[in-house]
């Protein structure tokens, strides 16, 4: 696959659901067997378009937008020339996947001094 831009109308009516929606599109990166990658997600929320630029099937965006809100593709096709606009661009949103755990655990023969060690 090659890097696409999707543009599409989302009716979201508030900071928090662009947010939210963020956070739904950002998701599909997350997954390994997917092997989608997202570069930037932005939007213009007075025009109320949402543009994916990436490596991403946009039946799968549009999918997991349609769930929440009405959903409209404007545009699909390989990635313009970086232009800049009025756009909020956010990268921040890291793969968000529930099942991936950040914890560690590690033990000391001094927190349990019953362990056996054997040489």
Same mark, same amino acid.
């Given at each position: +696959?090659?890097? &696409?831009?999707?543009? #599409?109308? @989302?009716?979201v009516?508030? $900071?928090?659901? *662009? ?7 950002s ?15 932005? +939007?213009?929320? &007075?025009?109320?378009? #949402?543009? @994916?630029?990436?490596?991403? $099937?946009?039946? *799968? ?46 033990t ?12």
């Open positions: +696959m090659s890097e &696409k831009e999707i543009v #599409m109308r @989302v009716d009516d508030d $900071d928090d659901g *662009r947010r939210r929606a963020f956070i739904a599109v998701v599909l990166s997350g997954h390994i067997k997917n092997s989608a990658r997202i570069n930037s997600i932005s +939007m213009a929320m &007075k025009d109320k378009k #949402m543009k @994916v630029t990436g490596v991403v $099937d946009p039946f *799968r965006v549009v999918d997991k937008l349609k769930k929440h809100w009405h959903v409209e593709i404007v545009h699909v096709g390989p990635k313009e020339a970086d232009s800049k606009s009025s756009e909020e661009t956010l990268n921040t949103y890291p793969p968000y996947n529930p099942y991936w755990t950040n914890s560690y655990m590690e000391r023969k001094e927190e349990y001094p019953s362990t056996c060690v054997i040489f």
